[in-house]
């Protein structure tokens, strides 16, 4: 049995141990609704086009934020491993700031910004930056000496120096943390979606709750879940595994 033959089996069972508990649970459908009608309520968001352009909007705000959040983190990341001083300094304030979650930061964001898609932005770069900034430190950090030796003694410095031996040999952290900060990126766009405004995946679910709407709430979820593995499995971990055997980290 492969891997996939076992996961939709899991979902199967899963599914209809949910389809039956609902049924037999005596509780009104807006409390637990069964999976038939969340699906029913999933099927008509898409066909409307409600659903569809939560996604599209939520995506976009992603895919915008966790960019900054990648030329940001690479830049304090190669300044901490450039300077000891930078490293004291702003190093230290990096792994303060990466204990603190999101969301805490969306009442500044509201005060600086307002209650817009600025603010959203601001949370999702913020989510993503600290993680993104410690892993590319660490990657460079971590690149063989005697890489950089033998690199400096065939008269690499500067920017080609930093192109054609710290980057590359930092790839396999690189990718490891680019995977993290995706997934505070996604958990902290919900987080702001929630509370913010300017429609979006988030906003549906608040909406859902504030009608009792349970099936769309449980819709939502299941979207972000999807959205969730699909990227996850599909984009960095098979560019992980790629980026592993280019390295010989691995033979599978």
Known sequence: ??????RIGFIVILAVIWEVASRVSGLPPFMFPSLTQVFETLFRGIVDGQILSAIGMSLGRLLLGFVIAIILGLFFGYLIWRSKFVEDTLGFLVTALQSIPSIVWFPL?????????????FIVTIGATWTMTASAASGFKNVPTL????AKTFGSSGFHFLRTVILPASVPQLISGLRIAWAFSWRALMAGELLGAGGGLGQLLDMGRSLGQMDLVISVMIIIAVIGTIIDNVVFTRLERSVQRKWGLTTA
């Open 1 to 6: 049995m492969t891997t996939a033959l076992r």
């Open 109 to 121: 964001a509201i005060i600086w910004f307002g209650l817009n898609n600025v603010s959203i932005l």
């Open 147 to 150: 890489y950089q030796r033998v």
